[in-house]
């Protein structure tokens, strides 16, 4: 060691100390360097003083003393060296040979920056913006990191940035975040560095380009940056802005692992993952994994959870790290964990409520699917109360961040008007971005927007075009649209060959529409299928079993008439109640009907008539008929004969032949509306048209009796014949009698006994009377 001349002066052992230290004298000399220092600040030097409070704090050219380094550090701060202020404010806030002390901390860094040094602006921002120590002032604090960034902190420039980017108490703004990471960058700084390249991979506040990203990653990481190597080895490893270069990628993440830095080492462990599993490196991934998460990285955690999730037979343990991931606030965590809460599965119990806690905390930190899944459960209320206009605002927010789910679901919100007011246009728009990153779900829904013209033209090419796209990736929804289109032949050339195709398809996925569907064409006879009961009955069981309303209730019909199954009302009538449960108008007629039979449960007329009621709130027509029934009859409550005729005529408008009618009835009678005999007939011959036995009838009596029509007595005729062949006996005694009488025809005594007898057999006591007296006519005629 190079002994001190006794009469140099504390400057001149500064001097000295400085250059030991610097290497000035041809190598760095730690230990002279900081004797220097010592004899210096012995003497009273300031400078000396604050140099000497580093060594002790740094541990150089002497052993660490943080306590050393405050007393040092007090003592220069004592004589307004704004630097040792500084330094002494940090011991305070971070508790370094002192005990900690926010107070104390402030008013150090406050003189420090008072006095212009940047770095010490710098300090003081940060705490104001992050609430350190003290009450939390973004606004505040931005005011001093914008006076460190005019005296030339880069970390201060890199830091105003970050404020803006993520919306630190101040309305985000990518431009301005841009404009400040760039000034950093410029000036050198790493982070700078790396915040720029993320602006240009996401397009945030400039132009994307995915190739002027990876120049600034590469600046950060030959400059050690360990975050700038980690992007960087990214890049390379997805083929982001370079070409794809796995050797590259782990080389980058190697050198950042070198560090043992918990996210080079879980980035590390994202790369051995991709490999196959059961591989040697998939056994590294966990090894890395493992590392990383020893030093309390949640994402590692997080991944290790993954690993496991994805292993056979794995239970406990893959819980346990997603939990640990989760409770240290990672979202990507407790998106997956919450998913798992929410419909339960290995070995997770369901909980909604613990999942829409999940959800929650993701969501405030930003996750966009965490958006998207709040969304899903206000608008369900599952874990939660619905709430479809909070739904809404979670959807939008999900949508906006740009994730595919959440714009599909915030786009069937404007369309239905779901918390919000209904937009086809906005749900088209949101749609089709959600379509062009490829969601499949999406894709089928604007098939159907294009086909029907929701928000955009009708077109049905387009249409067709989208729904083949994700039918072709296996979308099963797309597939039964297809389906249904080709068998239907509205939109395109009627093709059973390609509607079954595309069914069976859907059919094979077990989607519930397509297998409801291929049911009902085993039911009818449709699309070239003979009629099958048994394989009618097998399809809507399937299809029931996925919870489709729709098969449920047919499933019950088949209970209650015997079609393929024993007929069992019991059986029946829970499958009714659990379509019914869920909406379904036709089940709800139903089970109405079962209740005003007694059909499998106590008759009761007041559940059969709210059941109706709740049916015809969706349009049912033959819930509106009984209704109407009801109202007219004062099954429950008083007689209503205006509200009948209210739901007889919606019932009618919705195409109920029965529903016309029983109208026409009213109007001739004048029951709840006033007497009019055309308005009647009208209805009659609508019912008719539909075959409808009693509306034919009724119009042959308006055409006899030229009432609300001109007398016709051979279009009257006509209808009696037309009843009358479908078993009507009225119709049978009516048409007998213009046989017997000559009206509309030539008299004909034996067609009439034909009629009559007809009649009779159906218990028409008149009619038995009129076959004898025709039977006597005609011997009298012989």
């Known amino acids: ?112 920056a008072d006095n212009n040094l940047a770095e010490a602006q710098y300090y003081l921002g940060r705490m104001y913006c992050d609430g350190a120590g003290v009450s939390k002032d973004p606004e505040g604090g931005l005011i001093f990191l914008r006076r460190a960034a005019a005296n030339g902190s880069s970390d201060a420039q890199y830091y105003i940035g970050k404020v803006y980017s993520e919306g630190l108490g101040v309305s985000r703004n990518f431009d301005e975040a841009a ?241 919000t007011e209904k937009n086809p246009e906005a749900a088209f728009s949101w749609m089709m971005n959600a379509a062009k990153q490829g969601n499949l779900a999406a894709m089928a829904q604007l098939g159907d927007y294009y086909l029907n013209g929701v928000g955009v033209k009708a077109d049905a090419d387009q249409g067709i075009s989208w729904l083949k796209k994700a039918a072709q990736e296996n979308d099963s929804n797309a597939q039964f649209l297809l389906g249904k289109i080709y068998s239907e032949g509205l939109l395109v050339p009627q093709n059973y060959q390609d509607a079954l195709g595309w069914l069976n398809k859907a059919a094979e996925a077990n989607n519930p529409r397509a297998l409801h569907l291929l049911g009902v064409f085993y039911k009818d006879g449709l699309a070239g299928m003979p009629k099958d009961p048994e394989k009618m009955f097998q399809f809507f069981k399937r299809a029931e079993s996925l919870n489709n309303p729709d098969a449920i209730c047919w499933v019950g019909l088949c209970y209650l008439n015997g079609i393929a199954v024993a007929r069992d009302v019991n059986t029946a009538v829970k499958y009714l109640q659990r379509a019914a449960d869920l909406g379904n108008a036709e089940a709800e007629f139903w089970l109405g009907v079962c209740y005003q039979k007694g059909l499998g449960v106590a008759q009761n007329d007041t559940k059969a008539f709210e059941l109706f009621k709740k049916a015809a709130a969706q349009d049912n027509s033959s819930a509106l008929f009984y209704l109407g029934l009801y109202y007219k009859n004062g099954r429950v409550g008083k007689e209503d004969p205006v509200a009948a005729a209210r739901c007889l005529k919606r019932a009618a408008d919705l195409g109920s032949a029965e529903a016309m009618y029983n109208l026409g009835l009213f109007y001739d009678n004048g029951i709840g509306v006033k007497v009019d005999h055309a308005e009647a007939a009208r209805l009659y011959q609508k019912a008719a048209a539909q075959d409808n036995a009693y509306g034919q009838y009724a119009l042959a009596c308006a055409y006899e009796a030229g009432r609300g029509v001109e007398e016709e007595p051979v279009k009257a005729l006509y209808y009696y014949k037309k009843s009358a062949q479908q078993g009507y006996k009225y119709a049978m005694f009516m048409l007998a009698r213009c046989y017997e009488r000559g009206i509309g025809t030539d008299r004909d005594l034996r067609a009439a006994l034909r009629w009559y007898e007809k009649a009779a057999e159906q218990n028409m006591l008149l009619a038995g009377d009129k076959v004898k007296a025709v039977e006597l006519a005609i011997s009298l005629e012989e």
Not at 62 to 87: D, G
Not at 251 to 261: I, R, T, Y
């Open 179 to 419: 404009r400040w990471f760039r000034r950093s960058a410029d000036a050198g700084n790493s982070y700078g560095d790396v915040a720029m390249g993320d602006c240009l991979q996401r397009g945030h506040g400039v132009m994307q380009s995915n190739e002027d990203a990876v120049n600034y990653y590469r600046r950060a990481a030959d400059k050690g940056n360990v975050l700038g190597m980690i992007k960087l080895g990214t890049c390379y490893l997805d083929g982001v802005g370079v070409a794809q270069n796995r050797q590259l990628a782990l080389e980058w993440f190697g050198k950042a692992a070198a560090k043992e830095n918990p996210e080079a080492l879980m980035a590390l462990g994202r790369y051995y993952s991709q490999s196959p599993a059961g591989s040697a490196d998939r056994a590294k991934a966990i090894e890395y994994f493992t590392k990383a998460a020893s030093q309390g990285n949640a994402e590692a955690e997080y991944w290790l959870g993954v690993e496991e999730l994805n292993a056979a037979g794995s239970r406990g343990k893959t819980i346990t790290h997603l939990r640990r991931s989760a409770d240290a606030g990672f979202p990507l965590a407790q998106v997956r964990l919450g998913r798992l809460y929410l419909t339960g599965g290995n070995g997770v119990q369901k909980d909604e409520k613990r999942a829409v806690e999940l959800f929650r905390k993701a969501a405030d930190a930003g996750n966009s699917e965490a958006l998207y899944f709040m969304a899903v459960c206000l608008s369900k209320g599952a874990g939660v109360a619905a709430n479809p206009a909070m739904a809404a605002e979670y959807a939008l927010k999900s949508a906006e961040s740009g994730n595919s789910f959440g714009q599909y679901l915030y786009g069937i919100f404007c369309q239905e008007g779901i918390g």
């Open 1 to 112: 060691m190079n002994s001190l001349s006794g009469g140099e002066t504390a400057a001149e052992q500064v001097k000295n100390a400085l250059r030991y230290y610097n290497g000035e004298n041809g190598k760095v000399d730690y230990a002279s360097a900081f004797e220097n220092f010592r004899k210096a600040a012995e003497q009273g030097n300031a400078e000396a003083q604050y140099y000497l409070g580093s060594c002790f704090l740094n541990g150089t050219g002497t052993a660490r003393n943080p306590q050393e380094a405050a007393r040092w550090f007090a003592k220069a701060a004592e004589q307004k060296l704004p630097a040792a202020q500084m330094w002494l404010g940090i011991c305070y806030q971070k508790g370094l040979g002192v005990k900690q002390n926010d107070a104390e901390a402030l008013k150090y860094l406050t003189f420090a």
